[in-house]
């Protein structure tokens, strides 16, 4: 199995310190350890029974109240694993786990976006009611929006977009052609007035979101900027292994003349797609006339319906919001000209939710590798047991681990409850979806020392030799 290993994992061989586990033998060759004082051994600074879950892995399918308002498993397993708790409707505490998560999955978009020339932002949440009544959407979004007066009579809203707020502020410089494409984007609370707020994170009225905006020169300079932000999705998605399909949409009250959605299949999304099999025609159903389930592409395939959750979505707006602010731009005849524009949404917490919706067991998180909180989670014997001693050579593999593999620091999590079974333990781990679980028991011991690996992804479990321990993780990719 360990050639097998050697083969997946990309990461260059490292060793661990000649110091970790070199223990002396008894004369029946069996592994003797000299007690190291409290002072002296080195303790993990991920204690399991010192990180804060509100609900402490309990299981809510046995609690009636709470199972009644589970609606989909990605809800479910996350407030059982206590990454998240309700607070009002629609609205979660973000718990260290999933904060942990959500600051990964925000450095893999910051890699992304700016890899394609975005350059990062934050604007105010509290936007003025008079953009939003420059550009008719004030009334034409309704109740979606949070409203609230302030002490002097002035209008304002929670913004859910920043459209109106961003070409606002791009109208104070009139840029020079050789300035263009910008693409301004950040990564902010979002706010909407749901009816219904339902699924988690998956349907919230307060969420994560990452808004970009794009202003360029012409038309098929826009639509070169549009291809490429595109195309950063998708390379996005793929290294978190999720398996996004880009859809035909349509453009909702967000405007423009060309749109698309970025969909997870999953039984539990809410949005209806037709997708060809014998062509790459995908679009959502709400922008398909025909009835009929004959491909309008290709005109041979047939179009089978499924189910998708929308974690992304693409706008062309063309001079929508850039004319009526005049966010204008120098052509190189020095003449005035209103600048091209687009606009690309990501939902940073819907992706998370999203994620393990579509990765998950019904009883086990499984998370995107790149973004799981912590990647690994050592647990020692139980305390009292006939291998007990095996809880030092734990404790220092952690440090080693740290100190060995610099990209590790900060990524594993020592179980400590030794007062519970292995069992028990394992079982928690598995709730919370660790990529990789180690247990440290009598293999450990032994003249040859071997650590139980248990990959989650997979669901495979090996036994590795301290080097091909460090080798499996020295490979694993980290943000």
């Known amino acids: 199995m360990e050639h097998i290993i050697h083969r997946v994992w990309r990461r260059p061989f490292t060793h661990f310190p000649r110091t970790l586990i070199l223990p002396k033998r008894n004369h029946s060759g069996r592994a003797e350890h000299t007690p190291c004082t409290p002072s ?5 600074a991920l204690l399991m029974s010192r990180l804060y879950q509100s609900s402490n892995l309990c299981d809510v399918g046995q609690d009636g109240r709470l199972s009644a308002e589970m609606t989909c498993k990605s809800q479910r397993l996350m407030q059982q694993a206590g990454l998240i708790h309700p607070s009002n409707p629609g609205c979660y505490y973000y718990l260290p786990a999933t904060v942990r998560s959500m600051e990964k999955l925000v450095r893999v978009i910051d890699q992304e976006m700016q890899g394609i020339g975005g350059q990062k932002l934050d604007m105010p949440s509290l936007c003025s009611a008079d953009l939003w ?3 008719g959407r004030w009334d034409l979004m309704g109740k979606e929006l949070f409203r609230l007066t302030d002490r002097h009579g002035g209008d304002y809203c929670l913004g859910p977009t920043h459209e109106e707020a961003v070409t ?7 840029f020079s052609y050789k300035q263009l494409p910008l693409l301004l984007y950040q990564i902010t609370r979002k706010f909407r007035d749901e009816p219904k707020p339902k699924f988690g994170l998956l349907r919230g009225r307060e969420f994560y979101m990452k808004d970009m905006y794009s202003f360029d020169v012409s038309e098929e300079a826009a639509h070169q900027t549009y291809e490429s932000v595109c195309q950063a999705y998708k390379q996005l998605f793929a290294r978190l ?3 996004c399909v880009q859809v035909q949409a349509d453009t909702g009250n967000i405007g423009g003349t060309l749109s698309h959605e970025f969909q997870l299949p999953a039984d539990a999304g809410e949005d209806r797609l037709l997708l060809c099999g014998n062509c790459s025609f995908s679009a959502n159903v709400e922008t398909v006339s025909s009835d009929g389930t004959d491909c309008p592409q290709c005109k041979t395939g047939t179009l089978v319906e499924s189910k998708g959750i929308e974690v992304g979505h693409t706008f062309y707006l063309s001079k929508k ?3 009526i602010f005049k966010a204008e731009f120098r052509d190189a005849q020095n003449k005035i000209v209103v600048t091209e524009m687009g606009c690309y949404g990501l939902g940073v917490t819907r992706i998370l939710a999203a994620a393990i919706e579509v990765m998950s067991t019904e009883e086990e998180i499984r998370w995107p590798g790149l973004i799981a909180p912590y990647q690994v989670c050592v647990i020692p014997p139980k305390k009292g047991s006939k291998v007990d ?3 030092a050579l734990g404790e220092e593999l952690v440090h080693a681990l740290g100190e060995t593999l610099p990209h590790m620091k900060g990524e594993v999590v020592f179980d400590d409850r030794t007062q519970m079974t292995i069992g028990k333990r394992l079982k928690d781990a598995s709730k919370l979806g660790y990529p990789y679980v180690i247990v440290v028991g ?11 690996v248990i990959c989650q992804q997979t669901g495979e479990t090996v036994f590795l030799s301290k080097d091909g321990l460090l080798d499996l993780l020295g490979r694993v990719e980290t943000v």
């Open 40 to 44: 002296a051994r080195p303790k993990p």
């Open 168 to 174: 606002t502020l791009v109208t104070h410089q009139i």
């Open 241 to 243: 292994g999720l398996p």
């Open 389 to 391: 001693e095996g809880t």
């Open 133 to 135: 009544r420059l550009t």
């Open 442 to 452: 009598q293999g450990a011991l032994e003249e040859t020392p071997k650590f139980e």
């Open 321 to 323: 919001y850039s004319e």
